[in-house]
């Protein structure tokens, strides 16, 4: 078993719609959360960073973590066709730990 | 934020020889990290550079196969040795933003090898 699954898609919605993508994991000394979104031939950019549980928004995004259930999404409200790209969750337990990333979710957002 | 680049930006190469990527940052950090990304895998760490020190590998990744360079505080080369075609790849270097958690990523290098 992977430490963190990630469904790889392809996802594709319309414009204007909430887009819901999740990872989950095994390891419970994860601390740190991140969403990485990556275009196309590009390396990947930071979107979301959060520590332990809770919830964090950044304008379209919302970033949800549950360390109980050891389930992390992100939600995009709004969709546009500039955000089709690939979304990473990545994790780490800190203290000069490594990150652990998931597989990515292709996401299309069409007109 | 830290402006990354890489080169080259792609190349293919044939197998048994060797590449050199090179990865510069517009500004002085302390780690650099070297990645792999293989088609429909995970981000995978290969090793972590800091100046002034040998790298500190990952489990399945020997410096005899992925040498790297750290020779200041804003360069960094990875050299993927005696290549074969399971290394083709995208090689993408990352430096910490002042946390770990949090790396800015350079554009990546395709590679292929035949």
């Known amino acids: 078993q992977k430490e963190v699954e990630q469904d790889p898609g392809p996802l594709s919605v319309p414009e204007g719609a909430i887009v819901s993508l999740n990872c989950t994991y095994s390891?419970?000394?994860?601390?740190?959360f991140m969403w990485y979104r990556q275009y196309s031939r590009k390396g990947p950019e930071l979107l979301m960073y959060?520590?332990?549980?809770g919830n964090k928004e950044d304008g379209r995004f919302t970033a949800q973590v549950d360390k109980s259930s050891k389930y992390i999404s992100l939600f995009i409200r709004d969709s546009q066709p500039s955000d089709s790209a690939t979304y990473l969750c990545?994790?780490?337990?800190?203290?000069?730990?490594?990150?652990?990333f998931g597989t990515g979710t292709q996401l299309k957002v069409e007109l | 934020s830290a402006v990354i680049s890489q080169k080259p930006s792609r190349d293919i190469c044939q197998r048994g020889t060797s590449l050199t990527i090179q990865c510069q940052v517009d500004?002085?950090?302390?780690?650099m990290f070297w990645y792999r990304q293989q088609p429909g895998q995970s981000l995978t760490l290969i090793a972590t550079?800091?100046?002034?020190?040998?790298?500190?590998?990952e489990s399945g990744f020997v410096i005899d196969k992925f040498p790297i360079s750290r020779p200041n505080l804003t360069f960094s080369t990875l050299t993927v040795s005696n290549m074969s075609p399971e290394d083709s790849s995208i090689y993408l270097c990352?430096?910490?933003?002042?946390?770990?958690?949090?790396?800015?990523f350079g554009p990546g290098t395709r590679l292929l090898v035949l």
């Open positions: 550079a800091n100046q002034g020190s040998e790298a500190t590998y």
């Open positions: 500004s002085q950090v302390t780690m």
């Open positions: 990545a994790m780490s337990a800190g203290g000069g730990n490594k990150l652990t």
């Open positions: 990352s430096v910490d933003r002042g946390t770990q958690e949090t790396q800015y």
């Open positions: 390891n419970s000394a994860f601390q740190y």
């Open positions: 959060t520590y332990s549980s």
